[in-house]
């Protein structure tokens, strides 16, 4: 009998994506290339610009028309799982409905928003969020067959909230082929131009998610920059100029604003060649509960600085350089250590790559089928 499984992917459908969006669109498309038998997918979408994956054999793409994030999941889900006559729901970003009509698993990708202080300075949409996760998750966990999670830090986090009893599976992220293909020179030119790059620069994929520790990697760019090559500039995506510009002032450092570039946000397809071309890679968050451009970068041959924190000493296996992320003054000398020693950083590329290749999609997939039939088949 075929066994019908509902996927929650509210979001993947907007231009900008996040982590979460990308690990429920990188699952959709493994099911699709895998196409198992015995089940048939419906997958949850909210309509939006960028329509990334459509319907495919057993995977079916379905668009569900909502105003708000809430809505959509209290509501509009719930009555679409009744319409389709599904055997299981997976929700597969931390929220769920509270009421739900079927079995539940839940991506319970980490619980920072619950914790005691949590991540201050964070903006008004971000605070939203955060109301909305902490009203929903405590309600919904107790009621989810099992969870999944994604690094072993973030189930023993979870445990420890929620008690021990609770059934945490580990599923790791995954990390696409293309990260592993060599990246020719034209490509990098190219992506390099299309972003106004220079040709040598240390590079932050952040954005102002507080956890992602901007305020320190700034003030170590600062350092970097003065006491680094001269050359080098600092290149830092999704940011705002006016931002940076204060916090230049804020720091009388307004002689270095040539040397920062911001090139807005950046495609995923194009961090390929992005990472290829950096002299560094900095990723020294607060908190992570798996920190998927450690293994994007990795594989791609980019030096990489990430914080001894959390699960980023877990997914990077230690082939990387691992800073305090509260002291900025660790992370710049860190960084010039490895900006100033040519053996150093080609052992931590060597290193990087043989980590990253433990990592992949179809393995992220392949968990995650054999958690839904454990459930299906109880």
């Known amino acids: 009998m075929t066994k019908r499984v509902a996927i929650e992917a509210q979001r993947i459908f907007r231009p900008k994506k996040h982590g979460m ?13 895998l196409q198992p038998e015995g089940y048939e997918f419906f997958v949850f979408v909210k309509p939006d610009d960028d329509v990334c994956v459509t319907s495919s054999g057993c995977v079916n793409v379905i668009e569900l028309p909502a105003t708000t994030y809430p809505y959509w999941e209290q509501i509009a889900l719930p009555a679409a799982l009744n319409r ?37 300075g964070a903006t008004w949409y ?29 189930k023993k986090r979870i445990q420890q909230h929620f008690g021990e009893k609770t059934n945490v599976h580990v599923v790791y992220n995954g990390i696409s082929d293309r990260f592993f293909a060599e990246t020719t020179a034209t490509e990098k030119e190219a992506v390099k131009a299309r972003y106004k ?38 290149v830092i995506a999704d940011y705002a100029p006016e931002r940076l510009e204060q916090m230049l002032k804020a720091h009388q450092a307004e002689e270095l604003a040539s040397r920062f570039v911001l090139p807005g946000y950046i495609k995923n397809t194009d961090l390929p060649a ?20 450690i293994i994007e970068a990795q594989a791609c ?19 990387a350089v ?32 043989q980590n990253a290749a433990r990592f992949s999609w179809k393995q992220t997939a392949l968990g995650t089928l054999k958690l839904y039939s454990d459930i299906l088949n109880r």
């Open 197 to 234: 790059l220079p040709d040598q620069f240390v590079f932050f994929l952040g954005n102002t998610d507080p956890k992602k520790n901007l305020p320190n990697v700034l003030k170590a760019a600062l350092r970097i920059l003065r006491e680094g090559p001269e050359n080098l500039k600092m």
């Open 84 to 120: 389709y006559k599904v055997d299981l729901l997976h929700t597969t970003s931390n929220t769920a409905p509270v009421s739900p009509v079927v079995p539940l698993i839940i991506t319970l990708h980490d619980i920072i928003y619950l914790e005691k202080g949590g991540v201050k």
């Open 126 to 154: 971000q605070k939203l969020g955060t109301v909305y996760r902490k009203w929903n998750v405590p309600r919904v966990v107790p009621k989810a067959k099992a969870l999944i999670t994604v690094s072993e830090f973030e």
């Open 301 to 319: 041959g980019a030096p990489l600085i990430t914080s001894n924190t959390s699960s980023m000493p877990e997914v990077s296996g230690s082939k």
């Open 274 to 293: 992005i990472y290829a071309s950096c002299a560094l890679f900095l990723y020294p968050s607060l908190r992570e509960s798996f920190g998927i451009p």
């Open 21 to 33: 969006d990308m690990v429920a669109l990188e699952t959709v498309r493994q099911l699709i290339e």
């Open 322 to 353: 691992l800073v305090d992320p509260a002291d900025f003054n660790d992370i710049a000398d860190k960084a010039l250590e490895v900006l100033h020693n040519d053996d150093f950083r080609l052992k931590l590329i060597s290193d990087g790559k």
